[in-house]
């Protein structure tokens, strides 16, 4: 082989190696940003105070993910979970912020339990609709009692204030 040929070869070989090597360190690179995840997300699957403070921070800015943008720890179970590392350029939201979402949460909160317990207990779409064609045939009576069942569970579950 001439020296020209065999120079061309060690330098795609070593061309070669160092891509390989690129792609190996990105690889571990990403497999520990998927570990890292995946541990943020068991975390805040598994304790509801985590996955209120996650609630929280999004509702401040829906872009944020944990294990991407922050950590989340929690040293012992009796412990609630707490940012451990804030990753991201975004600014980082203080307690006050951080306790006033967490506020609004357990509103959103009732907001789905009082529309889920009348929901449960309003007449069917069914009947609704049933009521409404009677209606507007003439006899308005069954609308009516209808409308008085609707009336009466708004009653049973009212909103709060702060939701109206």
Known sequence: MDKGVINIVIVILVVVCIWIYILWKNSRKMNESIM???QQHSLVRNDVRARTLCRALHILNPELTAGVDYLLRQDNPEQA???AEWLTNVPRPGKEEI???IVEISDIHHEHKYAALRRAEYP???AQLDAAYQARQGNNAVQ???DEQIRAVKEKYPK???GV
Request: no cysteine; glycine share 0%; charged share 30%.
């Open 99 to 101: 306790d006033s979402a």
């Open 144 to 146: 009516l009692e209808v």
């Open 124 to 126: 069917s779409v069914e």
């Open 160 to 162: 709060t204030d702060e």
């Open 36 to 38: 890292l995840i995946a």
């Open 81 to 83: 979970p707490y940012i």
